[in-house]
T-cell receptor, first 116, second 112 residues
Framework: SAVISQKPSRDICQRGTSLTIQCQVDSQVTMMFWYRQQPGQSLTLIATANQGSEATYESGFVIDKFPISRPNLTFSTLTVSNMSPEDSSIYLC?????WGTGSEQYFGPGTRLTVT | DAKTTQPPSMDCAEGRAANLPCNHSTISGNEYVYWYRQIHSQGPQYIIHGLKNNETNEMASLIITEDRKSSTLILPHATLRDTAVYYCIVRPSQGGSEKLVFGKGTKLTVNP
């Protein structure tokens, strides 16, 4: 299975500031996904990030608020910009099966963000 | 929006089988049924998937009805570590590059 790490694991930030979350995978993958999980809720996809192209955002999410970088096949960052308390969530990255033999996606442990 | 309906919560005794139902009455012919679970404070974990035949792996069994409008995930001998939220998801591809649309899931509590 793919091993995914995220940094930071948690953070407390003031409103109006920005936080960049890093996602590192131990294998090369074409597609990476960023999800948000608000308190007590299910996961919602923010965007899909392919290496070498701009991220594709889901309805309700915009690049100015959640800029994403994908500089290589093992790394991606998600920035939460101009934060407000409503951005308090767990942010998770996931990747496709890097070997293409299975059908599952692998998820990182998440970054727990609290905005005060 | 999620295309599945699951009970919000279920309880199961440790050592007994846990049977988690899922309705997906609008599933299309090319859509697979996937199950993931999320243990508290962790990222979701893949369990199993299937198209129309029943499937079994080391974690669970998946029973899909003949009309494919519903399915059941079976954990044959539930343990306390199986306490988690279980998500049933339909998606149009077997490949891992398709996005996952999560519904509310079923919170399974395994009791000692």
């Amino acid at each position: 299975s793919a091993v995914i790490s995220q940094k930071p694991s948690r953070d407390i930030c003031q409103r109006g500031t920005s936080l960049t979350i890093q996602c590192q995978v131990d294998s090369q993958v074409t597609m990476m996904f960023w999800y948000r999980q608000q308190p007590g809720q299910s996961l919602t996809l923010i965007a899909t990030a392919n290496q070498g192209s701009e991220a594709t955002y889901e309805s309700g999410f915009v690049i100015d608020k959640f800029p994403i970088s994908r500089p290589n096949l093992t790394f991606s960052t998600l920035t939460v910009s101009n934060m407000s308390p409503e951005d308090s969530s767990i942010y998770l990255c996931s990747v496709e099966d890097p070997w293409g033999t299975g059908s599952e996606q692998y998820f990182g442990p998440g970054t727990r963000l609290t905005v005060t | 929006d999620a295309k599945t309906t699951q009970p919000p919560s279920m309880d199961c005794a440790e050592g007994r089988a846990a049977n988690l139902p899922c309705n997906h009455s609008t599933i299309s012919g090319n859509e697979y049924v996937y199950w993931y679970r999320q243990i508290h404070s962790q990222g979701p974990q893949y369990i199993i998937h299937g198209l129309k035949n029943n499937e079994t792996n080391e974690m669970a069994s998946l029973i899909i009805t003949e009309d494919r409008k519903s399915s059941t995930l079976i954990l044959p001998h539930a343990t306390l570590r199986d306490t988690a939220v279980y998500y049933c998801i339909v998606r149009p591809s077997q490949g891992g590059s398709e996005k996952l649309v999560f519904g509310k899931g079923t919170k399974l509590t395994v009791n000692p």
